[in-house]
């Protein structure tokens, strides 16, 4: 069973920068492929960002293309993600999500797809 916990989360103005970080306990994270997502007021959770068990893999939802990184450092058992140039449409409760996986490459997209989640933080972006 594994723990996640995020944090990093805020209020910030458009234009500005966070670095979500999401903490793993519970199991050995290096056999785990991570996700973010996001979910913002009546809206479906939607896929973000993933990184494969490795990191050297990446998948980027278009919408953050160029202005997200997500990261992963194994030996501190957590992942990272530097968001720059926020827009208010990027205001949502941010999740990371892990998936036990065999495959060095598997990044995935959809919210089935992982197995354990986190509680999420907030984000939110005035105008």
């Known amino acids: 069973q594994v723990q996640l916990v995020e944090s990093g989360g805020g209020l910030v103005q458009a234009g500005d920068s966070l670095k979500l970080s999401c903490a793993a306990s519970?199991?050995?994270?290096?056999?785990?492929?991570m996700g973010w997502f996001r979910q913002a007021p009546g809206k479906e959770r939607e896929f973000v960002v993933s990184i494969s068990k490795s990191g050297g893999s990446t998948n980027y939802a278009d919408s953050v293309k160029g202005r997200f990184t997500i990261s992963r450092d194994n030996a501190k058992n957590t992942v990272y993600l530097q968001m720059n140039a926020l827009k208010p449409e990027d205001t949502a409760v941010y999740h990371c999500?892990?998936?036990?996986?065999?495959?060095?490459?598997?990044?995935?997209?959809?919210?089935?797809?992982?197995?354990?989640w986190g509680q999420g933080t907030q984000v939110t972006v005035s105008s």
């Open positions: 519970g199991g050995t994270f290096s056999r785990y492929a």
């Open positions: 999500a892990a998936r036990p996986v065999f495959g060095t490459a598997w990044v995935g997209v959809r919210v089935d797809e992982y197995t354990y």
